[in-house]
Nanobody, 117 residues
Framework: VQLVESGGGLVQPGGSLRLSCAAS????????MSWYRQAPGKERELVAR????????NYAESVKGRFTISRDNAKNTVFLQMNSLRPEDTAVYYC???????????WGQGTQVTVSS
């Protein structure tokens, strides 16, 4: 399974970006999907997760109310809408998928998000 992220870039504080992650699998609807991020010198951290069953979500406290994770199972894609971006949101953002059938974990290659004026 390959996960391919897109949508990163440079944005000013207060701006918005939408990240996408396309998965090459016929069983995407059975995957729990997440976005992680890693800033320079820091550990990778969970940003948001959307579960396969029911589509429930959870978020890191630092992004609640600003970021929204969603998925389109027909297009094998998960999204991360990021609003009110702050300089501290600057990081490489990684897409993560865990198959609820096999429990195998997959990672994308990452996409850079830079929030700066």
């Amino acid at each position: 399974v390959q996960l391919v992220e897109s949508g990163g870039g440079l944005v000013q504080p207060g701006g918005s970006l939408r990240l996408s992650c396309a998965a090459s699998t016929f069983t995407f609807s059975w995957f729990d999907m997440s976005w992680y991020r890693q800033a320079p010198g820091k550990e990778r951290e969970l940003v948001a997760r959307i579960f396969s069953a029911g589509g429930s979500t959870n978020y890191a406290e630092s992004v609640k109310g600003r970021f929204t994770i969603s998925r389109d199972n027909a297009k094998n894609t998960v999204f991360l809408q990021m609003n009110s971006l702050r300089p501290e949101d600057t990081a490489v953002y990684y897409c993560n998928g865990v198959s609820t059938l096999t429990r195998r974990t997959y990672w994308g290659q990452g996409t850079q998000v830079t929030v700066s004026s």
